[in-house]
């Protein structure tokens, strides 16, 4: 019981021992008075400039959200509902089958080099002290990205993204505290009667409240919790962003307590107003044509957090700076300080499928073919409820003659009485289905090659094109069509963005060597012994995505080229160096292969189809190189 009643004690006064990441300027909201006016005055005006911006900018991207409801429910085969319930209401899954057959081959073009898809170099190759710390660079960001579970975020983002078109990112700084046991070992010397008889490992056990993790963190956001400035082209312009969450009241007023509180005006808020209604009514949209129950996403003591970041002057100087303002429940701030980040950048990350000029959302995979896809669809329906009608014929009945109503029904052996026998005429419906088929096959093809042909759904046939520089990027490209472009801005509008903030959070957070040689927070690294100095240099970051695998498999055809035409005249040195060389470019170790009795190879002639050749070789001339398709051995 006295233990319980310390450790609640300790749990109290936890602000005493937990370090803050930046101890000065901890007032939570740090606007000041300014023009004649009083600081709650000033809060006042913010927090009804923010709103008005915020409705403004929702309502500028409400067309936009009716098209994404649209897109979620076709990727879910929803069915529409119809006012005459024998027609058929069926759905077939083409979005579903756009959606996953491009999202394997998007994140492997990312992943494409054992599953690492950057490398951290030296700007100046000839600083040996900036070599080294590029590599241990490298390797403290691999391990926060693992630590950050990146790649199943990663996946979310990249499916979001073929979605709608745009998805989001939140980069920051995360700091995680919690109770853990440590066991600690101390030798004591046993003896008996007064001799030694040996040593023995005493365990002491020490339960401690100690930051588990202290990192950057990674948070995909839905499309939905993202307000941009629609008068910005991109996430970093205009007057800013709003980042919509929700937390439990409980836990905004814990986060309200203690020496170094992160809101404050807790006390201010109406106890009977939540936000709950505003969470259940932004999914229930999504949930409820799917026949989902909405009742857990309506949590009653939720509160809205709009967490704002932008230029706005809150210190009352006249001059506008990056800032962080929360606002709790659409009425108070709660949060309001200059940007914390030394790089002074919003902490979003924007990624596109599809640019749109001058357009900040972008176009996804579905978008463009939801016209055929709802074709599609009615082409289905159509076809079965002509079965339906075949099968379940209309009848021409004299209502003048004796017939029984009720027996008007086809069924097997089923007997229908009428007097005369000619009173009873079964209407016969056409079969239309074999047009129908025709029909949906062409326009399933159309939409198919709008997004996922068929060379991003299996294997391209590549047998033909010939062993060239060329020739494999052709290869390739096709392999790639749509997302080779996607691929480059996802690395250079997403990915590269994204190291660089989390190097920038490095940079500023990490200034204990105590941290990166902790074993609870950083153990897979703890055996470099790297000090903060470590990770401090001129580095730059290289995407090794889907230009690095051109780029590789180009040198592979270029040198197996090259000994195809000039194997008779080569050393069997040579020959065993650039079989090495393509062996590593493979992303094989050197070390895995041996080479033995190498020998020239032999005359060759060529064995590329005549008409082939003379097609790869006039495409290759026309966009500007002279590689051509080589001759190959017997």
């Known amino acids: 019981m006295n233990d319980d009643l310390n450790e609640a004690k300790i749990g109290k006064e936890l602000d005493k021992a937990i370090p803050t990441e930046r101890a000065e300027h901890t007032a939570p909201i740090r606007i000041l008075a300014a023009d004649g006016k009083t600081k709650q005055m000033r809060e006042v005006e913010i927090t009804n400039k923010l709103l008005s911006w915020l409705n403004s900018w929702d309502s500028a991207r409400r067309s936009r959200e009716s098209m994404w409801l649209q897109i979620y429910k076709r990727y879910f085969s929803v069915a529409e509902k119809f006012k005459t319930p024998s027609r058929s209401s069926i759905t077939q899954p083409m979005a579903f089958k756009i959606i996953e057959a491009a999202l394997p081959k998007l994140a492997n073009s990312i992943y494409a080099q054992d599953n690492k898809f950057f490398d951290v170099k030296a700007i100046d190759p000839d600083n040996i ?13 691999e391990l926060q990205l693992d630590k950050a579970r990146f790649f199943p975020k990663f996946l979310d983002f990249t499916k979001q993204m073929l979605l709608y078109g745009t998805s989001f990112m939140k980069v920051y700084w995360e700091v995680k505290h919690d109770w853990v046991w440590e066991r600690t070992s101390r030798r004591e010397m046993q003896t008996i009667e007064g001799f030694e008889i040996g040593e023995k490992i005493i365990w002491d056990e020490e339960k401690k409240y100690t930051a588990t993790k202290r990192q950057p963190g990674l948070e995909v956001l839905d499309i939905l919790d993202v307000y941009l400035d629609p008068d910005a082209t991109d996430e970093q312009g205009g007057r800013g962003v709003f980042l919509r969450s929700w937390i439990s009241r409980d836990e905004l007023k814990e986060m309200a307590q203690g020496r170094f509180p ?28 799917r026949g989902l129950n909405t009742s857990a996403t309506n949590r009653k003591d939720e509160i809205e957090l709009l967490e704002f970041w932008g230029s706005l002057d809150i210190d009352g100087d006249g001059i ?51 016209g055929q896809i709802d074709e599609l669809d009615t082409l289905k329906r159509q076809r079965l409820d002509n079965i339906n009608q075949s099968l379940n014929a209309m009848w021409q009945v004299d209502p003048t003659a004796d017939v029984e109503l009720d027996t008007l029904i086809s069924a097997p052996n089923q007997i229908i009485l009428s007097s005369p026998l000619d009173a009873v005429k079964k209407l016969d419906t056409p079969d239309v289905t074999s047009n129908a088929f ?23 046939d ?46 500023q957070f990490i ?19 790297l000090a903060p100095e470590d990770i401090r240099a001129n580095i730059s970051f290289q995407m090794a995505g889907i230009s690095d695998l051109v780029g590789s498999e180009g040198k592979i055809n270029q040198i197996i080229s090259f000994m195809s035409v000039f194997g008779k005249v080569l050393a069997p040195e040579t020959i065993g160096a650039l079989a090495k060389k393509v062996w590593s470019l493979q992303g094989f170790s050197k070390n895995e292969i041996e080479i033995q009795g190498a020998q020239p190879a032999p005359g060759t002639e060529s064995a590329v189809d005549p008409n082939m050749s003379n097609a790869i070789l006039g495409q290759a001339t026309n966009q500007g190189t002279s590689a051509a398709p080589p001759s190959v051995p017997q």
């Open 320 to 370: 506008k700076e990056e800032c962080q303002i929360v606002i709790a429940d659409r009425q108070t701030i709660v949060r309001a300080i200059a940007n914390p980040f030394h790089h002074q950048k919003r902490p979003i990350v924007r990624g596109v499928m599809f640019p749109v000029p001058n357009e900040l959302y972008g176009l996804g995979m579905i978008e463009p073919v939801i």
């Open 262 to 289: 992160v809101y404050g005006n807790v006390n201010k808020l109406d106890e009977e107003v939540g936000s709950a209604e505003a969470y259940a009514d932004s999914r229930a949209e999504r949930l409820a044509p």
């Open 129 to 141: 002290d900036d070599l080294a710390r590029a590599e241990a660079i490298r390797r403290l960001l």
């Open 438 to 460: 025709n029909e949906a096959a062409i326009l399933q093809q159309d939409i198919e090659s709008a997004t996922t042909p068929a060379s991003v759904q299996g294997t391209p």
């Open 511 to 529: 200034d204990d060597e105590d941290v990166l040689r902790s074993p609870l927070l950083y153990r897979e690294i703890a055996d470099l012994g």
């Open 462 to 507: 590549s047998g033909r094109l010939g062993r060239t520089a060329r020739g494999a990027q052709l290869i390739i490209g096709q392999a790639l069509e749509k997302f080779g472009m996607s691929t480059k801005l996802l690395e250079e509008m997403t990915l590269e963005p994204m190291l660089e903030m989390m190097y920038a959070l490095d940079l």
